[in-house]
């Protein structure tokens, strides 16, 4: 079974100019989470869907940062525009469903470069 | 709100060497604990976890008790190989869902 897969793995580009990245989540994979990680520490929560509702955004910087989840599967986080504090690793991941015991599978990340 | 402490790194061991990667936690409700590891060039994955006070998980030979008492979810394993060196993570999720909370990691580096 293939696993979360993210697009691109890694992107350069200079402050001010928008970037996207997207995911594809396990198939059957209900809940869909973005996390950014910045380096030496653990991610943090930016955006969780369930299905194709963001149930909790609460993280997201929403004067620059959008994310959708179109029919309920894939999904793009978008930074528009990008700042140099916005370079990070952004995750994705997926779970079967909501509840306190899934386990979360995670994407290998996107590496965000912004010079 | 919820947070995670862990042990700060990095951490180096001998090969055989007995692992603890202390790591405590505060939660408003009853969360599920878990440990995930980063191998060098990959994504997290998910090592073991534990749902309940007193639950055990294992893997790899690796252990970790939920303790209620002391909330703290400590990693161990008896014996640690060259190819458990990777970086470790905490994390929690409460009970009523909601978002992941997730400790800095600690790296392990285990030399032959």
């Known amino acids: 079974e293939a696993g979360v897969v993210q697009s691109p793995r890694y992107k350069i580009i200079e402050k001010k100019q928008p970037v996207a990245f997207w995911c594809n989540p396990i198939?059957?994979?209900?809940?869909l989470y973005w996390y950014r990680q910045n380096l030496g520490q653990g991610p943090e929560l930016l955006i969780r869907y369930e299905n194709e509702e963001a149930v909790d955004d609460s993280q997201l910087p929403k004067d620059r940062f959008s994310a959708e989840r179109l029919k309920g599967v894939d999904s793009t986080l978008k930074i528009q525009p990008a700042e140099l504090g916005d370079s990070a690793v952004y995750l994705c991941?997926?779970?079967?469903?909501?509840?306190?015991?899934?386990?979360?599978?995670f994407g290998p990340g996107t590496r965000l470069l912004v010079l | 709100g919820d947070s995670v402490t862990q042990m700060e790194g990095p951490v180096t061991l001998s090969e055989e060497a007995f692992l603890t990667i202390n790591c405590t936690y505060t939660?408003?409700?009853?969360?599920?604990l878990f440990w995930y590891v980063q191998y060098p060039g990959e994504g997290l994955q998910l090592l073991l976890k534990a749902t309940k006070a007193d639950d055990k998980g294992s893997n790899k030979g690796f252990e970790a008790t939920y303790r209620k008492e002391t909330t703290s979810f400590h990693l161990e394993k008896g014996s640690v190989q060259v190819s458990d060196s990777a970086v470790y993570f905490c994390?929690?999720?409460?009970?009523?869902?909601?978002?992941?909370?997730f400790g800095d990691g600690t790296t392990l580096t285990v030399k032959p």
């Open positions: 994390a929690l999720k409460d009970t009523n869902a909601g978002k992941s909370t």
């Open positions: 939660a408003t409700g009853y969360p599920s």
């Open positions: 991941a997926s779970s079967l469903e909501d509840l306190a015991q899934e386990t979360q599978y």
């Open positions: 198939s059957g994979h209900n809940t």
